[in-house]
């Protein structure tokens, strides 16, 4: 059975594939043997009793214990009306954000840019246009953007991409192509990034435009208006200081 089927399955749908007790070495052996064309990256209990989630790719789904069922869908708490399921996705799509490749992005500092903020853009998707509208609303930020062209979807997006990177104010290039629809005028002949990004977002799973990763490491698929970008800032500049104060009182 192939994956894209279950991942079409609507919440709730169990399939069986027969198997015996097992532990979680032995789930992610008996699912790889079944769904071979899976990449299983982790498998962990799940938040319903006698059950494992696997993770794989930007997905998750759960078995039983005994590997007998599979579930396709979103756990919901239904107390707190939280998705625990896309929670737990953003958790493990976590990204070290001070590792990543910043020579290889373009910076755009603006105000004090004392938060900072990664996204992965294609100067041809409408919504990577709309995300750095949005951007541009804000204030005392350091922007990262990876130029990430998608030429299935965007046939000139690579070329554009180069032009952008090969003018000599990058970060001006790269506003006025996105917010005044303004293309550098160069021959976009120098050397890029652009390959080295493509295989860092298929590295991070990431597969389509915008993408946005927050100091704290939560990557966002998609574009989010001003206000979740604003307030993604503010929650990872909260959780850093967390994290930081905890560090400090162990030491």
């Known amino acids: 059975m192939k994956f894209k089927l279950i991942a079409q399955t609507a919440l709730g749908l169990m399939f069986v ?27 962990k209990p799940a938040p319903m009793t006698g059950w494992y989630e696997i993770f794989s790719g930007n997905r998750l789904f759960y078995v039983d214990e005994k590997a007998d069922f599979i579930i396709v869908g979103a756990i919901v708490d239904a107390k ?17 954000f001070d590792v990543l490749p910043f020579e290889d992005a373009i910076k755009i500092v603006k105000g004090d840019g004392s938060r900072k903020l990664a996204v992965f853009e294609d100067p041809d998707c409408p919504y ?17 953007v990876f130029l990430y062209p998608i030429e299935q979807l965007h046939a000139d997006a690579t070329n554009k991409s180069k032009k952008v990177w090969c003018a000599k104010d990058r970060a001006k290039a790269w506003q006025d192509i996105m917010l005044k629809n303004q293309v550098p005028k160069n021959k976009g002949d ?24 927050f100091e704290d490491g939560r990557l966002i698929p998609g574009a989010i208006p001003s206000e979740q970008i604003e307030k993604g800032m503010k929650d990872a500049t909260a959780r850093l200081a967390e994290i930081k104060s905890k560090d400090t009182s162990k030491k």
């Open 17 to 43: 594939v027969t198997g015996a007790w097992a532990n979680d070495a032995a789930i992610k052996k008996l699912i790889q043997e079944r769904l071979p064309e899976l990449q299983v990256q982790s498998v």
């Open 128 to 144: 990577c246009k709309k995300v750095e509208a949005d951007i541009e609303k804000l204030n005392n930020y350091t922007l990262y």
């Open 190 to 213: 120098c050397e890029t990034p652009i390959g080295r990004n493509v295989a860092l977002a298929n590295q991070l799973n990431i597969n389509g435009t915008p993408a946005l990763i």
């Open 80 to 96: 707190t009306k939280r998705n625990l399921t896309e929670e737990r996705i953003r958790d493990l799509m976590r990204v070290k």
